[in-house]
Structures are given as structure tokens and as C-alpha cells.
């Protein structure tokens, strides 16, 4: 990021300067807001843990089950000092320079990219736990209940309550 950016992570609130990072892990509720009106600017990367990770044979098929479950967790926040995330946040520069350029050799190199992205938060910035946390999805549920109680007159679709909720279809 550059400029100010305030990002809640499950109710948790993150001051974000340039050079911060957060990692959302899947279906986290996370929404953020500009501190300042300024020409800031961030990079949102979300990659499909399915195609990424669904190897059957392999350990990763384990770890892509543990990461939807909740039962294991990358660290969320790395402050722009961290060596973290100066190596979280050069990966994604790279990725975002290559994705643009659209040709055949960038989309393999911003795979690799995410492959070495995967490596380095498995490697420095995991944690497992117990159980999954379940208070969100409850938390979650509620808020679509009452969007959509509250737009139920309107001609709204899944498209719709995705774009309110910042996700995608």
C-alpha cells in the first residue's frame, strides 16, 4: 500500500502505511477504509486454493482442506520493517508488474510468483490450530440476512451481495 488504510480483519483493525501487509485467510471477513483522501493505492491478490493446492497425491490437498476448514491460519499482519513483509510485498509488486503485461511468459511467471508466495507463508508464517473459528461464518450469514431483508423489493442476485460484501462470484 501506499497512503493510509484502515483494514478489519474479523473485528480486527489494522493501521496499514506503505509497505504493510495483510494476508486474509479464506472466508475471513475483511473490509478496509481510507484514513486520508490521498492518491493511495494497495494490492488486492486472491489466488483459487483449489487449483492452486488440489494436488490429490500430495501434502498440499492437506494443507488447502486445513486453510478452507480454519484449522490452519497464515499470519495476518506484517509491519513494513518485517522481513516478511518486504518478501510478501516484492512477490506481489513482481506478480502485479507481470499480470499486466498479459503475454504467455508473465502468466507463467506470476504462477511462479504465487508457488513462491505459497512456499515462503508456509514456511515462516503458518500456524495450526485447534479448531476452526465458526463465530465468523454466524457473524457473516447475519449481515446477508439483513442485506438482503433490507433490498428484498430490489432485483438483486448473488453478483449483488458479493459486490456489497467486497467479494467475488
Same mark, same amino acid.
Given at each position: 500500500t501506499s497512503g493510509k488504510i484502515i483494514v478489519t480483519v474479523d473485528k480486527t483493525e489494522y =493501521? =496499514?502505511?506503505k509497505g504493510d501487509v495483510v494476508i486474509v485467510n479464506p472466508f475471513k471477513i475483511h473490509f478496509g477504509k481510507w484514513v486520508e483522501q490521498s492518491d493511495a493505492e494497495y494490492y488486492c491478490y486472491t489466488c483459487n486454493l483449489k487449483s492452486l493446492l488440489g494436488f490429490h497425491t500430495s501434502v498440499l490437498e492437506k494443507c488447502r482442506r486445513q486453510l478452507l476448514e480454519g484449522t490452519l491460519q497464515f499470519d495476518v499482519y506484517h509491519n513494513n520493517q518485517s522481513e516478511s513483509a518486504k518478501f510478501i510485498l516484492d512477490i506481489l509488486t513482481r506478480t502485479h508488474t507481470e499480470f499486466g503485461k498479459k503475454t504467455p511468459s508473465? /502468466?507463467?511467471l506470476c504462477v511462479g510468483y504465487t508457488y513462491m508466495l505459497c512456499a515462503y507463508l508456509?514456511?515462516?508464517c503458518?500456524? /495450526?490450530s485447534d479448531a476452526p473459528d465458526t463465530s465468523r461464518d454466524v457473524e457473516f450469514?447475519?449481515?446477508?440476512?439483513v442485506y438482503m431483508n433490507d433490498n428484498y423489493t430490489n432485483n438483486i442476485s448473488t453478483s449483488h451481495i458479493a459486490k456489497h460484501f467486497y467479494m467475488t462470484t
Open positions: =493501521l =496499514l502505511k508473465s /502468466e507463467c508456509f514456511d515462516n503458518c500456524k /495450526e450469514i447475519k449481515q446477508v440476512s
